[in-house]
T-cell receptor, first 117, second 111 residues
Framework: KAGVTQTPRYLIKTRGQQVTLSCSPISGHRSVSWYQQTPGQGLQFLFE???????NKGNFPGRFSGRQFSNSRSEMNVSTLELGDSALYLC????????????????FGPGTRLTVL | AQSVTQLGSHVSVSEGALVLLRCNYS??????LFWYVQYPNQGLQLLLKYTTGATLVKGINGFEAEFKKSETSFHLTKPSAHMSDAAEYFC?????????FGAGTRLTVKP
């Protein structure tokens, strides 16, 4: 199976702009999670989508939003970019099922490196 | 909510020496535990996981970890370090689809 893909891999924006990042999960995976990784804060959970619904959400401002499509592909959007939003944004998919406990093993994409100038 | 603490943000070992990366977790219910590795400019790759059953878990690249409930630990070990093991390692705990990562440990391997 193809792995998790993220586009674009690198992005440069200026403060105040908005950005949309895309993630295609592994075929058959219905759960998609997003993380922000920075040297200072480490890996921080943004949100998780399952069957087009946001199931979990981290502690980020409303400028960070996401969505999931019927084919499980997901996008995240950051509006009014700030310098502190510069980070590696990682997407992960999981074969989580709707009912019962899941292993929640996550498969990560290579990330999108966002630089805000 | 569950949490993970990785002791030591940087660990340096000589090639051929034992690798020991420490991870302690906090969870009110039996957790699932994971170790991931991240190489520069790449995403995270699963090394191994503990769900239920045998507490000694073997993973890829010769790594293993032991789940010790009494110590709430899940330390990662490898008997003999290789140069290619140099990377950042993350311990993670998952409860009910909510995964939390530790701050990471950067492993340096000296020739």
């Amino acid at each position: 199976k193809a792995g998790v893909t993220q586009t674009p891999r690198y992005l440069i924006k200026t403060r105040g702009q908005q950005v949309t990042l895309s993630c295609s999960p592994i075929s058959g995976h219905r759960s998609v999670s997003w993380y922000q990784q920075t040297p200072g804060q480490g890996l921080q959970f943004l949100f998780e989508y399952f069957s087009e619904t946001q199931r979990n959400k981290g502690n980020f401002p409303g400028r960070f939003s996401g969505r999931q499509f019927s084919n499980s592909r997901s996008e995240m959007n950051v509006s009014t970019l700030e310098l502190g939003d510069s980070a590696l944004y990682l997407c992960a998919s999981s074969p989580t099922e709707a009912g019962g406990r899941s292993y929640n093993e996550q498969f990560f994409g290579p990330g999108t490196r966002l630089t805000v100038l | 909510a569950q949490s993970v603490t990785q002791l030591g943000s940087h660990v340096s070992v000589s090639e051929g020496a034992l690798v020991l990366l420490r991870c302690n977790y906090s969870s009110s219910v039996p957790p699932y535990l994971f170790w991931y590795v991240q190489y520069p400019n790449q995403g995270l790759q699963l090394l191994l996981k503990y769900t239920t059953g045998a507490t000694l878990v073997k993973g890829i690249n010769g790594f293993e970890a032991e789940f010790k409930k009494s110590e709430t630990s899940f330390h990662l070990t490898k008997p003999s370090a290789h140069m290619s093991d140099a990377a950042e390692y993350f311990c993670a705990v998952s409860v009910s689809n909510d995964m939390r990562f530790g701050a990471g440990t950067r492993l340096t391997v000296k020739p």
